[in-house]
C-alpha cells in the first residue's frame, strides 16, 4: 500500500537508500537531511514530500517529490529507490505514478527526473523511459569528470 511516509518510516527509509547500491555516502546523507526536514518542518514548509510503499509495517520503497522554485506546476523527483529484496516487483513504478498523482492533484504540470550518465544508472535510465519520461538533455561531467547529469521530464 502506498502512504503518505510516517516518522516511524524513517530508519526503514534510510536502510533503503544505504542498501540500493547506488548512492554514495554523500547522498545517503543528503536522504536524512531532507527526511528531518520532513519530519520536523512538514512537507509545505520544507518543499519534499515523501511516500512509501509498505507492506505491513516493512517499508519496500519510498519517493521524493517536490515543486521546483520559481516555476508554474513544475516538480522534482528528487529520490526514488526500492529495497532490494523488493525489486522487480513493481514497487517503483507504484511509488513513480503515485508520485505523478500526487503532483497533479498538487497543480502540478510537470516532473522532473534527474539520474547520473554513467553505466551503474544505466537500469535507472531505461525505468524512466519505459514510464513514459522523455530524455530530455544531458549536460556532460556536471556531477564530475566522466559523470554526466541525465535530465527526464514528463508531463503530467
Known amino acids: 500500500m502506498i502512504a ?13 537508500t544505504a542498501k540500493a547500491g547506488v548512492f554514495n555516502q554523500e547522498e545517503v546523507d543528503c536522504v536524512r537531511e531532507i527526511w528531518d526536514d520532513y519530519v520536523n518542518l512538514g512537507a509545505e514548509e520544507c ?4 511516500i512509501v510503499e509498505r507492506n505491513g509495517d516493512q517499508v519496500l520503497g519510498f519517493a521524493c517529490y517536490g515543486p521546483r522554485d520559481l516555476t508554474d ?12 529484496d523488493a ?13 505523478e498523482e500526487a503532483v497533479r ?11 547520473s550518465g554513467t553505466p551503474l544508472y544505466e ?8 514510464m513514459g519520461y522523455s530524455a530530455e538533455a544531458v549536460i556532460k561531467d556536471f556531477y564530475s569528470d566522466g559523470d554526466d547529469l541525465a535530465i527526464f521530464v514528463k508531463k503530467v
Open 4 to 16: 503518505k511516509a510516517l516518522k516511524a518510516d524513517g530508519a526503514q527509509v534510510q536502510e533503503i
Open 73 to 84: 506546476g513544475v516538480f522534482d523527483l528528487y529520490w526514488i529507490a526500492v529495497h532490494p
Open 87 to 99: 525489486r522487480r516487483d513493481g514497487v517503483g513504478k507504484r511509488l513513480l505514478t503515485a508520485s
Open 105 to 115: 492533484a498538487l497543480g502540478g504540470r510537470m516532473l522532473i527526473a534527474e539520474t
Open 47 to 50: 518543499g519534499y514530500n515523501f
Open 123 to 130: 537500469p535507472t535510465r531505461k525505468f524512466y523511459l519505459g
